[in-house]
């Protein structure tokens, strides 16, 4: 058995390279967001008046930038499991000192966090981008009339309601 101020030393340097490696995906992720901005910018002006009218170009640009969505997404996943194993030799090490103050705080948060676990700004982030290139392609490549699709998707909830005698003068 180690003694009490090795383990805390061990402690010590776990926590570090947990913060060490959150730090890490931040960044990643600070990159990866300037990226799809920058690509939504490019976006923006290949569908421009001043842009190159090419859908081939516009097509393999959103498809590249869908591509890198993926792998920010796959990159996030990389994260929380590596996070996970890190807390997990945490909590071995605090079992050795007696004393859980990280396993404690992040228990007094799970019960609020736990309704959130699936569906986070990091996690949603890529998925935004891609439903948002999907549509900035289903309207400049594919000629979709969103204003016309709205329009039709409020008249049909207005019907339903109607239908359903709420909204009736």
Not at 12 to 33: G, I, Q, W, Y
Not at 80 to 94: D, M, Q, R, S
Not at 110 to 122: D, P, V, Y
Request: aromatic share 10%.
């Amino acid at each position: 058995m180690v003694d009490t101020a090795t383990n805390l030393e061990i402690y010590k340097l776990l926590v570090e390279d947990v913060r060490d490696a959150r730090r890490a995906r931040r960044e990643l992720s600070n990159v990866f967001m300037t990226l799809n901005i920058a690509g939504m910018s490019a976006l923006g002006f290949l569908a421009s008046a001043d842009g190159l009218p090419n859908p081939v170009l516009f097509t393999l640009c959103a498809i590249a930038l869908a591509l890198t969505c993926a792998i920010w997404r796959t990159s996030n996943s990389y994260y929380t499991v590596l996070l996970g194993a890190k807390y997990k030799n945490i909590y071995a090490v605090e079992d050795d000192l007696g004393v859980h103050p990280i396993r404690d705080e992040w228990q007094s948060i799970t019960g609020k966090r736990r309704a959130m676990k699936w569906w986070s700004l990091e996690r949603s982030m890529p998925i935004l981008f891609i439903i948002g290139y999907a549509a900035f392609f289903a309207v400049h490549v594919g000629g979709w009339d969103v204003e016309g699709s709205f329009r039709a998707l409020i008249d049909g909830a207005a019907d339903l309601l109607h239908s359903a005698g709420i909204g009736r003068s």
